[in-house]
């Protein structure tokens, strides 16, 4: 029986579901979905959105755990997701279309030295409220890559290479030139970011090392930001 999605779950418990102006119309045997089509590719989705949201990590994400959660068989699933991956990409798109109104567009207009420590540190809280929003299929995600998926490569880049092009801009330097001291000062400090936040928001952690290293928000979320302030401030300096 499948579980509603709890209060609170977040964007994918909304955006899961097939959208009227969807892309997708066929099935994976080439078939065109209809209406029943779309509500099983639905149904399917808002499955995995739950395991993923409301199972509190109990139950391990698999096809077969998904097809057993929208109560079909896992041959029916074949039909509108070749993988886990596959399916993992179709949460993850209208979820990380989501980080616009989070933290990513706050980046879009330059920040004002005077406001860029509070502007640093909204940001890195934010980007950090994100990942603590959609925790495990971030972790999923990022682990998945790092085990070499395709997939979740190219949706981990998807997620990152905007905010490195933005924080270059913030550092007045050219977001196309990816050799420049900018760039990599941008890339370094994004990957730190996204390093610490991974770790905060990782719940299974403190279970594998058998010990509680819990800390509060602010514990990762002042000095990133303070990192960040002061990367940003550097790489001004140099191009005045």
Known sequence: MMRAPIAGAGAAATAAPVEADD???HNLNGQRLGRKGRDTRDRILLAATSILYCDAGRTPISLSAVAREAGLGL???????ADLPELLSAIL???MDSAEGVYLGALRSRWPDAELGARCHDFVANYHKFWKQHSRLLHLRNA???QQDPKMTRQRIKATQPIIGLIVEQMDGDP???RSPEFAMATVLMIGIERSTTISTDDELPMRMAQDIRHDDEHFVRPSALLMELAIREMRKKRT
């Not at 041959?75 to 997701?81: A, E, V």
């Open 75 to 81: 041959t029916s699933l074949y039909n509108y997701f």
């Open 93 to 95: 798109d209208p979820v």
């Open 144 to 146: 998945m890559s790092d």
């Open 176 to 178: 196309h030139a990816p």
């Open 23 to 25: 892309p997708v119309s």
